[in-house]
């Protein structure tokens, strides 16, 4: 059985990760991300390119995490930054996989929380302002390719579904605030939620829009 629920944090220590390469497991074509094992298709929101993956056994969990990282750069610097994570249970007589909600870092600087019903699952999803941090050991494998990406803040959007209990898709997006080509503040407390106005409301709702359209078409394929 599967005693409690995987997490699908990406600060878990990528160096104990055996890195494997996981190009098979899906297709780019026409700006659409397709994976096969759930499968569910996104519509990428820019030209992002595969540039990271690796997977990690839970034996105790009977679960298998896979991990992709995708990037947008310019300049060798990351502008878009997608992260996602598939938990598949390998134990067909384990129980089904279980997650907690959502979290945000802090209520502050979350604007919406929600869950919506696509193709008869459930989904999960949230919108935050948070921080990138070059520290996190899972950013090595974009510093090894020679590509930096700063201490900045990024709005990101995310969501989570259970596929049949079998799997646990969690994607996350964020986008470095710079990279919209407007003056902006940098400090926290102007982004909070009940503050934000001029170029940084504008922002907020230009990267709104964005992220509602990846979910208005997000199609997962329920038998």
Not at 10 to 37: A, H, P, R, W, Y
Not at 93 to 101: D, M, N, R
Not at 195 to 203: D, F
């Amino acid at each position: 059985m599967i005693k409690k629920p995987i997490l699908l944090i990406i600060l878990i220590l990528v160096i104990s990760f055996s890195i494997q390469g996981f190009t098979k497991d899906f297709e780019i074509k026409k700006g659409e991300l397709t994976f096969n094992n759930p499968p569910f298709t996104v519509k990428l929101p820019s030209q992002l390119y595969l540039i990271h993956s690796f997977s990690q056994d839970f034996p105790s969990e009977n679960s298998r995490t896979r991990a992709y990282i995708f990037v947008k750069e310019k300049n060798r610097e990351v502008e878009e930054l997608l992260i996602i994570q598939i938990a598949d249970r390998t134990n067909p007589q384990a129980g089904p996989i279980t997650v907690p909600p959502l979290k945000p870092y802090t209520d502050k600087r979350m604007y919406i929380r929600g869950k919506k019903i696509k193709d008869g699952i459930e989904v999960s999803y949230m919108i935050q302002l948070m921080a990138w941090n070059p520290d996190t050991p899972a950013f090595k494998p974009i510093f090894k390719k020679g590509i930096n990406i700063g201490h900045k803040w990024a709005l990101q959007g995310q969501f989570l579904f259970i596929y049949q209990g079998d799997h646990v898709v969690s994607f996350r997006y964020s986008k470095s605030i710079d990279s919209f080509g407007v003056k902006v503040s940098d400090d926290g407390k102007d982004w909070e939620k009940d503050k934000l106005k001029g170029n940084e409301k504008e922002i907020y709702e230009n990267f709104k829009k964005i992220f509602n359209e990846i979910i208005r078409v997000l199609i997962i394929k329920n038998p």
